[in-house]
């Protein structure tokens, strides 16, 4: 059994900042690319950033240099460090991981998601 836990979310104003956590536990032989991805109502769930295990991240481009995500592997934990909030920025954030049980077997697995509200 594998768990993505995220945390960080909540209310912020327009300008601040916020910090995700994202804890996997459970059946993990080693973990691959972890990433973040954000829904808005009425939306599709789009990508926010990736990391893989040895450190190399990708961002969407909408991110304009205000995110950054980093990764602590003895910890499994990845995070994702948001500043200069804009209210378009809210949404129900989503943590994803590759998890492998064993040397050959992985799968993605998903948080259940934090909310992230910007207020203007």
């Known amino acids: 059994q594998v768990q993505l836990v995220e945390s960080g979310g909540g209310l912020v104003q327009a300008g601040g900042s916020l910090r995700l956590s994202c804890v996997v536990s459970?059946?993990?032989?080693?973990?691959?690319?972890m990433g973040w991805y954000r829904q808005a109502p009425g939306k599709q769930r789009e990508l926010v950033a990736t990391?893989?295990?040895?450190?190399?991240?990708n961002y969407a481009d909408y991110m304009e240099g205000r995110f950054t995500i980093s990764r602590d592997n003895a910890k499994n934990t990845v995070y994702l460090q948001m500043n200069s909030l804009k209210p378009e920025d809210t949404a129900v954030y989503y943590c994803?991981?590759?998890?492998?049980?064993?040397?050959?077997?992985?799968?993605?697995?998903w948080g259940q998601g934090t909310q992230v509200t910007v207020s203007s």
């Open positions: 990391i893989t295990s040895a450190g190399v991240s």
């Open positions: 994803n991981a590759l998890i492998f049980t064993t040397r050959w077997s992985a799968d993605t697995y």
């Open positions: 459970g059946n993990i032989f080693s973990i691959g690319e």
